[in-house]
């Protein structure tokens, strides 16, 4: 029952993903082709609401919820090509699919019963990451 909050928040999520037409693989298409400005203003808008949360975060010495404070590690430059690589194969993913991780449960729900597969690949993949974790590099 704790958790409850979560399930609320993740359905009015998955709702407003729908109504935006974000989950929509017409729209995601229509990114990857350059055919509409749609998602890219999404997106835009999602990365701009990020920097300016994570300002917030900084200047305001905003604590989790467990009281600790949060910290945002600086990134290594030579990290760059493992970013390059890991971004490439998501949007491969992405484009393949027609739908990143994050709505894919949002697109079951509106009845698109064949996102079984990629969110069994999804949960497949994190537990084989899980299992090799120690030996990858970080």
Not at 16 to 42: D, P
Not at 115 to 133: H, S
Request: charged residues 15%; glycine residues 12%; contains cysteine.
């Amino acid at each position: 029952m704790a958790h409850i909050k979560y399930v609320v928040f993740g359905i009015l999520f998955g709702f407003v993903l729908t109504k935006a037409e974000v989950i929509s693989w017409f729209r995601i298409q229509e990114m990857f082709r350059f055919q509409a400005f749609h998602m890219y203003g999404v997106i835009g808008a999602a990365v701009v609401v990020g920097m300016i949360s994570v300002q917030i975060i900084k200047r305001f010495n905003i604590k989790d919820i467990y009281g600790e404070p949060i910290t945002i590690k600086p990134k290594d430059s030579r990290t760059i090509y493992r970013y390059m690589i890991g971004g490439t194969l998501f949007g491969f993913g992405w484009a393949l699919t027609g739908a990143c991780p994050g709505p894919l449960y949002a697109l079951l729900g509106s009845g698109l019963s064949i996102m079984i597969v990629p969110i069994a690949g999804a949960i497949a993949g994190t537990y084989v990451y899980g299992l090799l974790q120690d030996k990858l590099p970080h």
